[in-house]
């Protein structure tokens, strides 16, 4: 991934020893797919000329990689068989979009009628929990109820 570009680009570990030279033709698949003019992708490939695989120290890079790891993992759950380059351009065209993580169902879950009920309650009976309010009275303070 492009720490600039935030750019997925996923290519299978195996073998290895070769998987930085393997980059740059992983990359390059991804780029044609995205429609990158000719001209620029020759100078990306020009750039990745040399390759270096080091940890980072970008917290936002990492969360990224985190957000694509668990995305990539949910693709993963929905496909027969996974190519890596298809998972790269699912991951670009999805993005980091903000997303409701809540789960769609829950067995703790209060029925939608109770719930809805107990709302109108609330609306309807704004201070029926309220057992009495603090007062100055009499210079003294008191609690009444």
């Excluded at 930085?20 to 698949?29: E, S």
């Excluded at 999805?94 to 109108?120: F, K, N, V, Y």
């Excluded at 309220?130 to 303070?141: K, M, N, P, T, Y």
Aim: aromatic residues 4%; negative net charge; charged residues 30%.
């Amino acid at each position: 991934m492009n720490a600039r570009t935030l750019l997925p680009v996923l290519a299978p570990l195996a073998p290895a020893a070769t998987v930085t030279a393997r980059l740059p033709a992983a990359f390059a698949k991804i780029a044609r797919r995205l429609d990158v003019e000719a001209l620029t992708l020759e100078g990306e490939l020009a750039a990745m000329a040399e390759q270096v695989l080091a940890k980072t120290s970008s917290r936002s890079v990492l969360g990224v990689m985190n957000e694509f790891a668990r995305m990539a993992d949910s693709y993963r759950w929905t496909e027969d068989h996974i190519d890596v380059a298809e998972l790269s351009l699912w991951l670009a065209q999805r993005g980091l979009e903000d997303r409701d993580r809540r789960p769609h169902r829950s067995p703790a879950q209060i029925d939608p009628e109770l719930e809805a009920a107990i709302c109108r309650l609330r609306k309807d009976h704004p201070r029926s929990g309220d057992h009495g309010s603090l007062s100055d009275e009499g210079g003294a303070r008191s609690f009444s109820g």
